[in-house]
């Protein structure tokens, strides 16, 4: 039932601006945090921010003062707004929630992940 699906990536030029969006259906979305992550080729997925269900917003250094998260519970939906991009932010951006579920087979608790599909933003001139 938890669907994310992001929009927004295209190319840009060396100090351009992008806005991603991530509208997210079948869970109680103000609840939740809610992450956006990136994955360049060849590369680990990188934690780019995050937002709680308070609106506190936390960041990667290597994006600090340039990105912004934001939430919009009404819409169901998580926002990056990206100014000043670099060709090192070309990578493909995911939208991630993490809901708690049960393991049967090992009688525990877990965070379950949920990913987009992502959306590529390649930075280049």
């Known amino acids: 039932q938890v669907q994310l699906v992001e929009s927004g990536g295209g190319l840009v030029q060396p100090g351009g601006s992008l806005r991603l969006s991530c509208t997210a259906s079948?869970?109680?979305?103000?609840?939740?945090?809610m992450r956006w992550y990136r994955q360049a080729p060849g590369k680990q997925r990188e934690l780019v921010a995050s937002i709680t269900s308070g609106d506190r917003a936390n960041y990667a250094d290597s994006v600090k003062g340039r990105f912004t998260i934001s939430r919009d519970n009404a819409e169901n939906t998580v926002y990056l707004q990206m100014n000043s991009l670099k060709p090192e932010d070309t990578a493909v951006y995911y939208c991630?929630?993490?809901?708690?579920?049960?393991?049967?087979?090992?009688?525990?608790?877990?965070?379950?992940?949920?990913w987009g599909k992502g959306t590529l933003v390649t930075v280049s001139s």
């Open positions: 079948g869970f109680i979305f103000s609840n939740y945090r």
């Open positions: 991630n929630v993490e809901h708690i579920a049960w393991n049967g087979d090992s009688g525990i608790y877990y965070p379950k992940g949920y």
